[in-house]
């Protein structure tokens, strides 16, 4: 089938979730991947930062096809190695004692509100609220659209679950004035990664985990897009000097494979059995692809390379920022950058870099966003800049 045919058959038959960039993708390795018409791109987009690898890394290709052959899937009734290894890892490397499995980011953050409302009812004479901020993103589930500070994925669907209250994020005294005895704990994305990559003031975070611990409330953190090595450090808390009480993760966990956890501090831990579950979640197959790829990235110091590409990548973007003056802004921790301008021109630059062999996500009208995978090198970096360059001077040219 041709380019053409495939995107006839996607309108015909899938519900219209989302517009699709024009190209179909069946190959991909490191930070490359190819169409089915053969072209090459590099990829920036790294699969919504969850190809923290890249594509098919060696050392999850090895453990999904010995794992494959071994142990697919069992229920969470039994024991499985694979499970108990990635755990034992994520407590050994984080500031949290116990886990839980799941599939995706939106269920780790709805398993860690359960967890943080179980704490609730049970510590805090049943409050259930959870502060979280506007321009989050937490998921797609109706309780996570809720916890979601953003109308447009809020308005389709109300009435929405209650018991979250949005806040202005990166304002500590917004927070303050929100929180009330009903409030059971306070939600945020270290930096918030879907709403725009927002990095907030330094001691933002330091203020809210005082603040929490100040009224006895749980300080969560969702570091589904921020973990697993994304902003440098192998989770994004380390950097401002805080530990969560509670903090989800997915996304790059399983570096292509789809799992997700939520981990706990011993004191908050307080579900008892019976109380929250899940068929898929920490099967033997995921979680061995995601210690096979959380063990690499330890082992090899990923994050810490991840920061120094990333450092070098914002600096050369500084430096197109002073070439091209609709360029506003350049944001990033680690590789999880954005580039805003003064125009919305993301999807006109986003088919620029297209045409020219690089992929790259359009985070808002007016913004593009780069997730390349943490293991990329400063001559992909170089190569992706070249071709940003020309698709900036078409882009200038079209406006
Ligand atoms: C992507 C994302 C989610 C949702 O993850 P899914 O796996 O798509 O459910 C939640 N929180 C943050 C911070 C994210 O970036």
Known sequence: MSQNDWQELEKKLFL??????????????????????????????????????????????????????????????????????????????????????????????????????RYGKLRLNGAYEVITAYNSFHGRTLAMTAATGQSKFQEPYTPLPSGFINVEYNNIEAIKQATSEKTCAVALEPIQGEGGVNIPDDDYLQKVQGWCREKGIVFILDEVQTGAGRTGTLFAYEQYGVE????????????????????????????????????????????????????????????????????????????????????????????????????????????????????????????????????????EVDKALGILRDALEETRKAK
């Open 244 to 379: 969560p009480d509670i903090m989800a993760l997915a996304k790059g966990l399983g570096s292509g494979v789809p799992i997700g956890a939520f981990l706990a501090k011993e004191e908050v831990s307080v579900f008892s059995p019976g109380e929250h579950g899940s068929t898929f979640g920490g099967n033997p197959l995921v979680c061995a692809a995601a210690y096979a790829a959380l063990k690499y990235l330890i082992d090899n110091n990923v994050p810490a390379q991840a920061k120094r590409v990333g450092n070098y990548f914002v600096a050369k973007l500084e430096s197109l920022k002073q070439q091209f003056d609709f360029i506003t802004e350049v944001r990033g921790r680690g590789l999880l950058i954005a580039l805003e301008f003064n125009q919305e021109i993301a999807e006109k630059l986003l088919l620029a870099c297209l045409s020219r062999g690089l992929l790259v996500n359009r985070l808002k009208p007016n913004a593009v966003r780069f997730m390349p995978p943490l293991i990329i090198t400063e001559k």
């Open 16 to 117: 219209r979730t989302i517009n699709r960039v024009p190209v179909t993708l069946v190959r991909g390795k490191g930070a490359r991947a190819w169409d089915d018409q053969g072209r090459e791109y590099l990829d920036f987009t790294g699969g919504w930062a969850a190809n923290s690898l890249g594509h098919c890394p060696p050392v999850v290709v090895k453990a999904l096809e010995k794992q494959a052959r071994t142990l697919i899937h069992t229920s969470s009734q039994f024991y499985t190695v694979p499970q108990l290894e990635l755990a034992r890892l994520l407590v050994e490397h984080s500031c949290l004692n116990r886990v839980f499995f799941c599939n995706s980011g939106a269920e780790a953050n709805e398993g860690a509100v359960k967890l943080a409302r």
